[in-house]
């Protein structure tokens, strides 16, 4: 299953208010490109197979499902042209997002981004992974350490 389709099915099942959706798909998209890329295995080209009617439907209108699309879009191209650049816009995305989202909120991006961003899918994070994960708690204002980073 694709990057963006896990994400669907994640936010899907959680029964996220469809109000909270355009301000947390980004934060999760963001989020989970950086723990896809921080080991150095994920491609842009496999994030951005996306099943747009199961998006549309997430997100309630087709406007809105562009949208991400085009977030999307943005931040695989951020980590195409350079890593580091990727991952400093993402952060910067996160910077932006966390100080007015509830801490349920923030959570809930960090759980997602470890979901959607594929890591542990082998049972435990890489090194690499779990470095980006450390990092994004940090930045949504989350104590790693009490979430087992």
Request: charged fraction near 30%; include cysteine.
């Amino acid at each position: 299953m694709s990057f963006i389709d896990t994400l669907v099915s994640h936010l899907g099942e959680i029964g996220v208010e469809s109000d909270d959706l355009p301000l947390l798909v980004p934060a999760v998209i963001a989020a989970g490109a950086m723990v896809a890329f921080a080991d150095g295995t994920a491609e842009g080209r496999e994030l951005r197979e996306i099943d747009s009617e199961a998006l549309r439907c997430l997100m309630g209108d087709q406007e809105r499902a562009d949208d991400i699309h085009r977030v999307l879009d943005q931040h695989l191209s951020n980590f195409d042209r350079d890593r580091t650049f990727g991952h400093d816009r993402a952060l910067g995305v996160l910077a932006d997002f966390a100080p007015d989202a509830p801490e349920e909120q923030r959570e809930l991006v960090l759980r997602s981004a470890l979901q959607v961003g594929g890591a542990g899918a082998e049972g435990a994070l890489s090194p690499a992974e779990r470095d980006a994960a450390r990092e994004i708690a940090r930045i949504l204002r989350l104590d790693p350490a009490a979430r087992g980073l």
